[in-house]
């Protein structure tokens, strides 16, 4: 499966922005898909997951009740809704799915297809 993450920009403190991850090849109803983000000079962490059925779901500890993961199959795609962005979120944010696991939706190891990166960059 071929993913092509999107909707990334610049946004002021406090705005929103929804990335969009879709995908071509396979349809990503069938698979799980996380959103990580690597920020310059860090390593890439775990943003949000959302299992294949969407009965699963992961948020990191920094954007619960900030960010919100969603599926639109008929589209092929997954979003991801970040409401009150802070600097902090400022990171290439990347997609990735996989068959599904009983793994843990937070372990990028256990992602096998990724997406090439989004940028959103968060003005103080």
């Known amino acids: 499966v071929q993913l092509q993450a999107s909707g990334g920009g610049l946004v002021q403190a406090g705005g929103s922005l929804r990335l969009s991850c879709a995908a071509s090849g396979r349809r990503l109803s069938s698979y799980d898909v996380g959103w990580f983000r690597q920020a310059p000079g860090k390593e890439r962490e775990p943003v949000s997951g959302i299992s294949w059925s969407g009965g699963r779901l992961y948020y990191a500890d920094s954007v619960k009740g900030r960010f919100t993961i969603s599926r639109a199959n008929l589209k092929n795609t997954v979003y991801l809704q970040m409401n009150s962005l802070k600097p902090e979120d400022t990171a290439v944010y990347y997609c990735?799915?996989?068959?599904?696991?009983?793994?843990?939706?937070?372990?990028?190891?256990?992602?096998?297809?990724w997406g090439q990166g989004t940028l959103v960059t968060v003005s103080s």
């Open positions: 990735a799915a996989r068959s599904s696991t009983v793994a843990s939706l937070s372990t990028p190891d256990a992602y096998d297809y």
